[in-house]
């Protein structure tokens, strides 16, 4: 017999549990439920597929309003967030859902259904899927995505092997990766983790100037802070700076649980750009050492265009190969609202 447990809050055992699911990434988490539900103030509920007695299936699903994210750093954010979310609720899924080894295609055909459940009972569902580690995402629920017509685009990413050596790492790198980090090195450029509260403000400016730069939003410094307080610093997420002649000049976070390493806030300051320093390859190679150091397996390049069509995103699928990743895509999955 299958069973569908829904909570509101994370069972005792849930992060023990997904920690080495197949896939498992810090965004299934009840951390991370906590910050999302701390800094965008979204409502998480917790889903397993209970079969003969023990779960086969796990999922985080997020309630938010899309317009939500533009009303963080206004006055009374919280009640508009909920005034927000309720006039136009979504259901959001990061690299969900994870399935035991164990689970069979009647568990995963569960979970299937679950989904469409959130769908018709709160509103439209948007899911990406689990990519780390071989047969990823599953074949079988793949087959229930294809069957039920959710498939609403791909997106795509770089995975590095972390289980080798650092030598076979760096003898994987492309000439020009080995080679800019070798001048960055030249140049006096120097990386360090963040390991103060205090240096959040600077890291966001940077990170805030480099965006408006190339024309993407920018987000509040509330984001950091929350990450700080909601996240473990040094174990869920780590902070990287790279400085010349006593200046920042680029940034990198790193979120890491389970097998995988993932990077988020990637940027460089306008002098590093306007000088060539190359100090986002320095911090990149860092990097890569810090989460193979952690015990990941994969560090996850954080997204490229799988169909290039820019300059801008053929600029950065070209900047993300070089580092000998594996290209990896797969669905996004969408499922349209249902009538109550």
């Given at each position: 017999m299958t069973d569908i447990e829904f909570a509101t809050s994370s069972p005792p055992s849930w992060d023990q549990d997904v920690r080495e699911l197949p896939g498992a990434t810090l965004f299934q988490t009840s951390a991370w439920a906590h910050f999302a539900t701390s800094y965008l103030r979204?409502?998480?509920r917790f889903v397993r597929v209970i079969a003969e007695g023990r779960?086969?299936?796990w999922l985080v699903a997020v309630r938010r309003?899309?317009?939500?994210?533009?009303?963080?750093?206004?006055?009374?954010?919280?009640?508009?967030?909920?005034?927000?979310?309720?006039?136009?609720?979504?259901?959001?899924i990061v690299r969900g859902?994870?399935?035991?080894?164990?689970?069979?295609?009647?568990?995963?055909?569960?979970?299937?259904?679950?989904?469409?459940?959130?769908?018709?009972?709160?509103?439209?569902?948007?899911?990406?899927?689990?990519?780390?580690?071989?047969?990823?995402?599953?074949?079988?629920?793949?087959?229930?995505?294809?069957?039920?017509?959710?498939?609403?685009?791909?997106?795509?990413?770089?995975?590095?092997?972390?289980?080798?050596?650092?030598?076979?790492?760096?003898?994987?790198l492309k000439p020009s990766a080995r080679k800019d980090v070798k001048r960055a090195e030249r140049y006096g450029v120097t990386v360090r983790r963040v390991t103060d509260r205090s240096e959040l403000e600077s890291f966001w400016r940077l990170l805030c100037g480099a965006r408006?730069?190339?024309?993407?939003?920018?987000?509040?410094?509330?984001?950091?802070n929350e990450m700080w307080d909601c996240l473990t610093p040094g174990a869920d997420f780590e902070l990287i700076v790279a400085e010349h002649a006593g200046e920042l000049v680029a940034t990198l976070g790193i979120w890491t649980f389970g097998h995988a390493a993932i990077e988020f806030s990637s940027a460089q300051s306008d002098r590093a750009v306007r000088e060539r320093l190359y100090a986002s390859d320095l911090v990149k190679w860092f990097a890569l050492r810090r989460a193979r150091s952690a015990g990941a397996s994969y560090f996850d390049l954080a997204g490229?265009?799988?169909?290039?069509?820019?300059?801008?995103?053929?600029?950065?699928?070209?900047?993300?190969?070089?580092?000998?990743?594996?290209?990896?895509?797969a669905p996004l999955v969408r499922i349209a609202a249902r009538p109550k």
């Open positions: 979204d409502d998480p779960p086969r299936a309003s899309p317009f939500h994210p533009r009303l963080l750093d206004l006055p009374f954010a919280a009640a508009l967030g909920a005034i927000a979310r309720r006039l136009s609720p979504t259901i959001a859902p994870l399935f035991s080894p164990q689970a069979h295609a009647a568990d995963i055909a569960a979970m299937a259904d679950v989904l469409s459940e959130l769908a018709a009972t709160f509103g439209p569902v948007d899911c990406t899927l689990p990519l780390h580690g071989p047969g990823l995402p599953h074949p079988i629920f793949l087959e229930q995505v294809e069957r039920r017509g959710w498939c609403h685009g791909r997106e795509a990413t770089f995975l590095v092997d972390l289980d080798r050596s650092e030598d076979a790492i760096w003898r994987d408006q730069r190339i024309g993407l939003q920018t987000y509040s410094i509330a984001n950091l490229v265009a799988p169909r290039p069509r820019t300059p801008k995103e053929v600029g950065i699928r070209q900047f993300k190969e070089k580092w000998g990743g594996t290209l990896v895509e």
